[in-house]
């Protein structure tokens, strides 16, 4: 089992920065596909970026040049700067593990999931 925590989130400002960080206890990375997912209120989950190992990312298309996925497999932790953040990116962040690599935006293809953390950006 991996457990996944999530922290970095708050209020932010249009144009501003965060730095979203999602650490992991119970096994280590490894070769797992890590994923960033966020959920809008009334809009259902959607894909943000993944990170593969050992190397390769994925971006979605609305957040891609703004949004940054980084891993350090040594503490275990999955990062996902965000800049230049829209009111439209207001959502509930979610980190995902995939450990069999399946290299899918769907959230089925991820085995373990954190709570969360909140980025609310204001206009």
């Known amino acids: 089992q991996v457990q996944l925590v999530e922290s970095g989130g708050g209020l932010v400002q249009a144009g501003g920065s965060l730095r979203l960080s999602c650490a992991a206890s119970g096994r280590t990375f490894g070769r797992y596909i890590l994923g960033w997912f966020r959920q809008a209120p009334g809009k259902e989950r959607e894909f943000v970026a993944a990170?593969?190992?050992?190397?390769?990312?994925d971006y979605a298309d609305s957040v891609k040049d703004r949004f940054s996925i980084s891993r350090d497999n040594a503490k275990n932790t999955v990062y996902l700067q965000v800049n230049s953040l829209k009111p439209e990116d207001t959502a509930v962040y979610y980190c995902a593990a995939d450990p069999f690599a399946r290299r899918s935006r769907s959230e089925n293809a991820y085995d373990y999931w954190g709570r969360g953390t909140q980025v609310i950006v204001s206009s």
């Open positions: 990170i593969m190992w050992p190397r390769g990312t």
